[in-house]
Each structure stands twice: as C-alpha cells, then as structure tokens.
C-alpha cells in the first residue's frame, strides 16, 4: 500500500506545482503594486469562500475546533512568512530564478524528514535528488550570484519556512483531517496577514480584480492537492517533483514578460526534470511490485 499511496501523493504534488506555478505568477503582478505583507493577506483572504464551500461539502465543521492548535498557529506563522518573503523575492527575480533558489526546499524536507518523521531514504533516492539539486545549481551559475542579493536571500528564507512547514503537515496529517488543515491555515493566513499588513494597507484596484479571482482559485486547488501529497505520502519521497515547477516558471516568464532563459538554465532544468522522470519510474516499479 505504501508504494501506490506515494504515487498517489507524486501526481498530486505535479497538480500542485501547476496551480502554484500559475498562482505565482498572480503574486509576481500583484506585487509590483501592493506591499508583500498585503499580497499574503490577499492571498489568504481571497481563498476563503472556496475553502468555507469546500469543508461545508465535506461535512467538516462540526469537527472544524477539534484539532492540534499549536501545530496549526505553527503553520499558519511559518505560511504568513514564506508568502511575505516569497511576494518579495518576486519583485526582484524571474519566477525560473526564484524557483531555482526554492527547489532548495525538497532537499532540506528530505533532510528534515529523516531527522523528524524517521523515514527512510533509500541510495536511489540520494542520488537522484542529488542530480537534481545539481541541476539547480547549474540554474544559479557556478558563483552562485543569484542567491546573494536581498531578492534570493528572501526566496530563500521562504524555501526554509516552506521546508519546515512541510514536515509539520506532515504531522498534524497523523490526527487531522486535511479539511481542517486546509480551513485552518486559510483562516490564519487571512486574518494574520491582514493585521500585520494594516498600517500600510493599498487599495486596491479595480482592474486587479481578476488577478485576485485567480489567485484564489489557483491558491485553493493548489493547497489541496499539496495537502493531499504530504499526507497520502513520504515527504522525502514527494518533494522532489516540486521541481517540475522550474519548467513552469520559464514558461510563463516567456509567455508573459518575453524573458527567455540561457543556456545555463536550459541546462539545469534538463537535469532536474530528468531526474523527476527517473524518480517517477522508481516509485511506479516500486508499486507494481508490491502489487503486481
């Protein structure tokens, strides 16, 4: 069972990269015009009335106050944080830079996975993961500029909340249901984001409109599924197909800001992408066998 539910949680965490990937793109336009604290607020508050019809349809308020508060504050805190620095970084980076700066984060859940959730990672897993962290490194250059300005060390800082935050859905999954999960970090997220972004609030625009209905449809499926991903499955063994995303992100910067990347991240999005395949046909083999 463990191998189909980690194939299950690798074609949802691909749906999520998608929805995020698209949602990015949505927090890169807004913020150029809003402060990064409000863009995270926006981000919470616009989700809210999907995700009230969503835990109404699967019957989960009348559970909705049973859950771990601590773990979920504890997300809520870490997702106000990483949203803030990520609106930021946006501003100054290509969205193929900032992801090639946040695909640090599946090697840091790994990490953290062994340490906290005592799984497994088997030599495969190491190495292919570490082809596609050298993938990412290709991406950066070999000196690494990238990741020296105030714009990467914030996307940075927000790959280290998202990683921490990963391993701590993780546990709360153990005893929640991910109805609760997701209401509750929306909820959080909303009014945590608003109250720090309230004293230099910008109102916003009309013509924005849309880009705040896509934020929160795109925000909403995106949440699901990751839930769905980190709950159904190893973290150490999901989050590396987050770097999928790096092929999104170039495409949309072509298609809507006509940057296209050198060779350099050509280069490195073949060996990330290649080892994703690699990883996929692992965990499918894996599957079978267990049930042929």
């Known amino acids: 069972m463990a191998g189909k539910g980690n194939l299950r949680a690798i ?9 995020f990937s698209l949602m ?20 919470g508050l616009s989700s809210l009335p999907l995700v009230f019809a ?9 559970t909705a106050l049973q859950v771990r508060w601590p773990m979920h504050l504890l997300r809520a805190g870490l997702s106000i944080t990483m949203l803030a620095l990520f609106a930021f970084g946006l501003r100054k980076l290509s969205l193929a830079e900032a992801y090639s700066i ?16 005592k799984e497994s990672v088997d030599l495969a897993r ?5 082809v596609g962290m050298g993938g990412v490194l290709v991406v950066l250059r070999p000196s690494g500029t990238g ?27 153990r005893t929640d249901r991910a109805e ?18 309230a004293p230099n609030w910008v109102a916003v625009r009309a013509q924005d409109f849309w880009l705040l209905c896509g934020l929160a449809l795109t925000g909403f499926l995106g949440q699901l599924a990751i839930t769905e991903a980190f709950n159904s499955g190893e973290a150490s063994r999901v989050a590396p197909f987050e770097y999928s995303g790096l092929a999104w992100g170039v495409a949309l910067d072509w298609l809507l800001w006509r940057t296209l990347p050198d060779r350099y991240t050509l280069i490195g999005a073949a060996i990330i992408i290649g080892s994703g395949i690699y990883l996929v046909r692992h965990e499918r083999a894996h599957a079978q066998a267990e049930h042929p």
Do not use: E, N
């Open 11 to 19: 074609y949802a965490m691909l749906i999520a990269v998608v929805m």
């Open 147 to 173: 990741m020296l300005t105030l714009g990467g060390l914030a996307v940075l800082g927000a790959a280290t909340c998202y990683a921490v935050s990963a391993i701590a859905s993780r546990l709360v999954g």
């Open 24 to 43: 990015d793109t949505a927090l890169k336009l807004l913020s150029a015009h809003y402060p990064a604290l409000q863009v995270a607020a926006m981000r």
């Open 180 to 197: 609760h999960m997701v209401l509750w970090l929306m909820v959080f997220l909303a009014i945590g984001a608003s109250a720090l972004a």
């Open 54 to 62: 969503y835990v109404g349809w699967r019957g989960a308020f009348g």
């Open 126 to 130: 190491w190495i292919a993961i570490a």
């Open 102 to 117: 946040f695909f640090i984060a599946p090697a840091l859940i790994t990490a953290l996975s062994v340490v906290f959730l």
